[in-house]
């Protein structure tokens, strides 16, 4: 079983580790195009089922050069750092990328992207911001159906109502094993290693989503089969808040430091598997009401206060100890939630730190002192 | 020879610059021992301990808890446990004053904030994680482009009046002082100035925490007047130092010991 398991597990590890190295194969070997996407409300599941790869690009390892003349100092790492691999060719393998109407920087980097990285594939896809409107279900589905059309014109080839269905049945696979690893590490934050969860939905970001789908399931299965009863701890129970989980590292030490992870409020994380789609309605339709009623992103409006309660639900839920803000350096989005959030929990005893983190994970040393302080705090 | 009689733990606090170990006994300080760190850190552990139980007059084995902290914590390889910093400057504050409901601790190497609980928990902290501005670094290196006498440094800012350093980072700080000192600008005033920008940096931290009175500062720049008084003027309170400012975080550690036993 171990054997099995950690054979999955170096799979996704190393295309977490690599996702370069791995696009550039899928191109060059299945001579798939590859789509690159920057946050969870693209319409991967109709780049999916256009044939192409989608592929989700999470900043630079390299020195941010030359996106500096292009953008300002004060745009998040994973803005910068994505222009910066289109501009030197790191992602040359990409045919080109599709931008959803998230945050300001997102948007800005479209334009920049367009005129700048030379891709021959650019689609925006200007969703609602308020998903609370009455219009916004109609107005969702009409931006995946035009975002079909321009993904058809694009790759010059049809994409049918049957080839979106199969798409949905293979994201709601994904998404329902990725729902079942996370009921895992609530029963059993140890049932995998500290950073696991986070290289394995890095990894499925860009992988292929059938062998995504197949692989998961046969983790779940293995880790069901096997899996050890979780012994009594007085470890302290930890959620992740924020944006991107670029650093999985990050679970590592927080384990070493008396915690660990059992759930996340995290774009790389939880609200890429949350809400599973409706495989009896439209595709379209029901892709643009998962759209709506997935766990929402502070780049979107679903009521004034439903992050925060949210974010309370699953800590009371998951039994969670204390929550960890991980909050990219200069993502206005959740930067301007922060203060709403820590309140909301504070108002309810449930004890939050902030870590900024950027492009290069912060000092070991000093993060050891932070986790452990937390911990002890706890 | 004292026999070790009563309850005896000790604390010890590995900073990036100073080694402090502290000795409780029954609830009392029995000694407290101050000395660099070096580069080995591991060695500098045992050396303030040795030199602390032989000041103390107390054998080793009459120890019964040791409680290591500071960024060295964990190369104190014969301490029972390690605690952070931060946890252990809460309770060092909370053993001197148990009133004190908020701590500045300002090292060698960073900065820190903490709000307590009345028994002296640390609820909520913050660390300065950006950069050397606001630490004890920072003002070694003012105070030697300035050729002053780190021990007399503070007291020269207070005749000054604050000349303006707007750089954040401690090289181009550097270089602005360099600048005042070209464009004619007295000396106490750059010191002051220099004062204010430590000052600025780290009350920033604290009113993001939240600050609660009274407040305690505490650290080796705590034996900066300067610095306490730049700090009293951002912050609008006054702040309690105390005489064991400096060793703080090694008596909330050998606190933690005692209660530990």
Redesign the interface.
Request: aromatic fraction near 6%; glycine fraction near 4%.
């Given at each position: 079983m171990m054997n099995q398991y950690l054979e999955t597990l170096d799979i996704f590890r190393g295309i977490s580790e690599n996702p370069y190295e791995y696009g550039k194969s899928i191109k060059e070997v299945a001579g798939k195009p590859v789509i690159g996407y920057f946050c969870t409300y693209a319409p991967e599941e109709l780049i999916h089922a256009a044939g192409a790869l989608p592929f989700r690009i999470l900043g630079t390892t390299g020195a941010i050069e030359r996106a500096e003349s292009h953008l300002q100092s004060y745009c998040c790492a994973l803005v910068r750092g994505g222009l910066e691999d289109a501009l030197t060719g790191r992602l040359g393998f990409l045919d080109g990328a599709v931008f959803p109407h998230t945050c300001d920087s997102i948007q800005r980097l479209s334009d920049i992207w367009r005129l700048n990285a030379g891709f021959g594939i650019h689609i925006d896809a200007v969703l609602p911001v308020k998903l609370n409107a009455p219009s916004a279900h109609k107005y969702m589905a009409d931006v995946l159906h035009k975002a079909v059309r321009d993904l058809e014109h694009a790759l010059g080839k049809t994409i049918t109502e049957e080839a979106i269905a199969a798409s949905v049945s293979v994201y709601n696979r994904m998404r329902r094993s990725l729902l079942s690893l996370y009921s895992m590490i609530d029963r059993n934050p140890g049932v995998m290693a500290p950073d696991a969860m986070y290289h394995i939905l890095r990894a499925v970001m860009v992988m292929e989503r059938e062998d995504a789908a197949s692989r998961l399931e046969a983790l779940v299965r293995v880790l069901e089969e096997n899996a050890a009863p979780a012994e009594k701890s007085d470890r302290k129970r930890i959620l992740l808040a924020g944006g991107i989980c670029s650093h999985p590292d990050i679970c590592r030490i927080l384990h070493e430091s008396g915690a660990d992870v059992v759930s996340d409020d995290l774009c790389t994380g939880l609200r890429y598997a949350d809400g599973l789609i409706d495989e009896t309605e439209r595709p379209v339709e029901a892709l643009a009401k998962r759209n709506l009623g997935r766990m929402v992103c502070p780049a979107k409006h679903l009521s004034v206060t439903a992050r925060g309660e949210n974010l309370f639900a699953e800590v009371t839920r998951k039994r969670v100890d204390g929550v960890i803000f991980l909050q990219l350096k200069f993502c206005d989005p959740h930067a301007f939630d922060y203060p709403y959030l820590k309140d909301r929990l504070h108002r309810e005893n449930v004890?939050s730190?902030?870590l900024?983190i950027d492009q290069q994970p912060?000092?070991e040393?000093?993060l050891r002192?932070?986790f452990?302080?937390f911990v002890?705090?706890l | 020879m004292d026999t070790g009689t009563g309850n005896i733990t000790a604390g010890i606090d590995i900073g990036s610059i100073t080694a402090k170990a502290v000795l409780l006994r029954n609830g009392e300080i029995a000694g407290t021992c101050v000395r660099f760190t070096g580069y080995n850190a591991k060695n500098a552990g045992r050396a303030v301990f040795d030199e602390l139980l032989k000041e103390a007059g107390i054998a080793k084995e009459h120890v019964s808890v040791v409680v290591s902290t500071g960024?060295g914590r964990k190369a104190v390889d014969f301490a029972d446990k390690a605690?952070?910093?931060?946890?252990c400057h809460g309770a060092g504050a909370w053993f001197m004053d148990p009133e004190v409901r908020f701590v500045i601790d300002v090292g060698g190497q960073?900065s820190k904030v903490m709000r307590l609980d009345e028994n002296g928990?640390?609820?909520?902290?913050?660390?300065n994680?950006k950069c050397a501005a606001g630490t004890g670094r920072f003002l070694e290196v003012m105070a030697r482009a300035m050729e002053a006498d780190l021990d007399d440094f503070g007291v020269l800012s207070l005749s000054g009046e604050p000349a303006r350093i707007s750089s954040i980072c401690t090289v181009f700080a550097e270089s602005e002082v360099i600048s005042l000192i070209a464009a004619g600008a007295s000396r106490e005033n750059i010191v002051s100035g220099i004062h204010e920008a430590a000052a600025s940096r780290i009350s920033a931290m604290a009113k993001r925490v939240g600050v609660a009175v009274p407040v305690m500062m505490t650290g080796g720049v705590a034996k900066n007047r300067g610095m306490i008084v730049a700090l009293e003027n951002k912050l609008g309170v006054s702040l309690i130092v105390s005489s064991y400012a400096q060793v703080n975080g090694a008596l909330g550690a050998a606190l933690l010991a005692s209660r530990m036993g």
């Open positions: 004890a730190m902030l900024e912060p000092p040393g000093q002192t932070r452990e302080t002890e705090m | 960024y605690i952070t910093e931060i946890t960073d928990k640390v609820v909520d902290f913050a660390m994680d």
